[in-house]
């Protein structure tokens, strides 16, 4: 099955480059390529792409706006240069799918479309950690919640490493157990916390309390399901 993808972001080169580089696989096909979000909601609706890329800073309407207006219409990735960015925490709450930087590599922009399309979510490590920062700045408190007495044991440290930014890879190395027995544990914890995907998991990892803003993040590499 063909993967199809919006490409949206204001900067023509950085576009047209993401655009190329994808539209070279043979499971992918970019559809249209858009310069701000207004266009990006009207490509997406005329074009029912499986995946959307979105620049978060962007004319007319930004990144953050064009992800909410699009909804569950397809999945987006938002488009990001981090370490300057303090819009990460409500693009996650907007629906966000994930993130990639702007300097991404070749690989790892095709690998996050393809993990992304198949109804995975991407967070790597260093979203993970501009999250923490975000609570930090936020005055989040550490507290119980009750939403976490739905899990077994096994599923509150699922959690956490989730969290964490860890893959079900480097779950799975942790627990010493298959990739398989790791997604069967992030599929419960979806589902008893009605959460859609594992970037929502991360979010409520926060939001319970189960970490808190001073711990750090782990795992690393390539971000992934």
């Known amino acids: 099955m063909t993967i199809r993808v919006v490409v949206a972001d204001d900067q023509e080169l950085v576009r047209s480059g993401f655009a190329m580089i994808l539209d070279a696989q043979p499971d992918i096909e970019v559809v249209a390529e858009v310069g701000d979000g207004a266009l990006a909601v009207d490509a997406v609706r005329r074009h029912g792409p499986d995946v959307a890329l979105l620049d978060i800073r962007m004319p007319v309407m930004d990144g953050i706006e064009a992800c909410r207006a699009i909804g569950g219409d397809c999945r987006t990735v938002m488009l990001t240069t981090f370490d300057s960015d303090e819009y990460v925490y409500e693009a996650l709450h907007a629906g966000a799918s994930g993130f990639l930087l702007k300097d991404v590599r070749r690989d790892d922009l095709v690998h996050a479309v393809r993990v992304v399309a198949r109804g995975d979510a991407l967070l790597a490590p260093s979203v993970a950690r501009r999250?923490?920062?975000?609570?930090?700045?936020?005055?989040?408190?550490?507290?119980?919640?009750?939403?976490?007495?739905?899990?077994?044991?096994?599923?509150?440290?699922?959690?956490?490493?989730?969290?964490?930014?860890?893959?079900?890879?480097?779950?799975?190395?942790?627990?010493?157990?298959?990739?398989?027995?790791?997604?069967?544990?992030?599929?419960?914890?979806?589902?008893?916390?009605?959460?859609?995907?594992?970037?929502?998991?991360?979010?409520?990892?926060?939001?319970?309390?189960?970490i808190a803003a001073g711990d750090p993040p782990r795992g690393g590499g390539r971000p992934g399901g």
Not at 191 to 206: E, F, M, N, P, T
């Open 131 to 210: 999250l923490v920062e975000e609570y930090t700045a936020r005055g989040a408190r550490r507290r119980d919640d009750v939403r976490l007495d739905a899990l077994t044991a096994r599923e509150r440290e699922t959690l956490l490493l989730l969290g964490r930014g860890l893959s079900n890879a480097e779950i799975a190395a942790e627990f010493v157990v298959s990739e398989h027995t790791v997604k069967t544990h992030v599929g419960n914890v979806l589902s008893k916390l009605g959460l859609r995907d594992r970037v929502q998991a991360v979010i409520c990892a926060y939001e319970t309390g189960l």
